[in-house]
């Protein structure tokens, strides 16, 4: 087992065991992303990436195996702020502004947002929110809100960042427009990465690593490598290399 900066999952088994038929979440799963590494989760839905990430994130017991992030038990890890999260609702407080909702994760931890305001101001700016800080997520597109999100998983310097579906709600071009700038946020942040997505273009765009998950029982079927230069441009998604790729990757998804 690496106790690294990365993630890491080690014949990680959990069934859900309800009222109904049991359901086989994960099946003896293994994930190792290097530190500094990017890796997309892609697979049909049940197939267990959501499961997984709560698992990581310490949000959900498993049954058997074992896992660390940043060489922490999970929640260990959340707890301390290694690990930064962003969903794909977004789930900013209304109530709060920009850079208050970007201070929640300091304040949870307990530590005083005043003393961080130089961070906070940073942040703002590298999602390309500057003039935005007072305006509540109310006044915000459904992308700034993102963006919002994207800078309050990024405020505790995490090592780790964990993100599902983050430009779900987005339409395709401007979700092309945020993954560049995910990519150059995330290259910037030094952290390891780890994405879950339905977008086979998605994954192919930002990671290093797509690993492609099957369902019934939850399981990885294969991992691929994704060999294109950083950092990658807007060009790349009308590339043959990359469509290549990304047939490479559905033929797998499909069980071809
Ligand atoms: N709390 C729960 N109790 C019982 N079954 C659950 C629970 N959470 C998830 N499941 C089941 O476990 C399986 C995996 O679910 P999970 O949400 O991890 O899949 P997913 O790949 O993230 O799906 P999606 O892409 O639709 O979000 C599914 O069959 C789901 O119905």
Redesign the pocket.
């Known amino acids: 087992m690496h106790h690294d900066q990365g993630i890491h999952l080690r014949s990680v088994c959990k069934t ?1 065991r ?1 009222r109904g038929a049991d ?1 086989e ?1 994960l099946r003896d799963m293994n994930l190792d992303c290097a530190p500094g590494s990017f890796t997309a989760l892609i ?1 049909p ?7 997984a990430m709560r698992i990581a994130l310490g949000l959900e017991d498993y049954d058997t195996g074992e896992v660390r992030i940043a060489g922490h038990p999970p929640a260990a890890a959340t707890a301390s702020g290694v690990t930064g999260v962003a969903f794909q609702d977004a789930a900013l407080l209304p109530w709060r502004t920009v850079a208050r909702n970007i201070a929640l994760p300091l304040e949870v931890l307990g530590r005083d947002p005043a003393k961080h305001g130089h961070e906070i101001a940073k942040l703002i700016d590298l999602v390309g929110l500057k003039g935005y800080e007072t305006a509540l997520p109310g006044q915000l597109s459904g992308g700034m809100r993102q963006r919002v999100s994207i800078a309050r998983s990024l405020i505790t310097e995490p090592e780790v960042l964990f993100m599902d579906e983050p430009f779900g709600a987005l339409d395709q071009i401007r979700r092309r427009q945020m993954n560049v700038e995910l990519q150059r946020i995330w290259m910037e942040s030094g952290s390891t990465a780890l994405l879950v997505t ?1 977008g086979i273009d998605e994954a192919a765009f930002l990671a290093d690593y797509v690993v492609v998950m099957h369902a019934n029982p ?1 399981r990885v079927v294969e991992i691929i490598e994704v060999p294109f230069e950083r950092p990658r441009r807007n060009e790349l998604y009308s590339a043959p290399a990359f469509h290549a790729l990304c047939d490479r990757i559905a033929k797998v998804l499909h069980g071809e």
């Open positions: 859900y309800g359901v979440a697979g839905s049940g197939c267990g990436k959501s499961t339905h939850g």
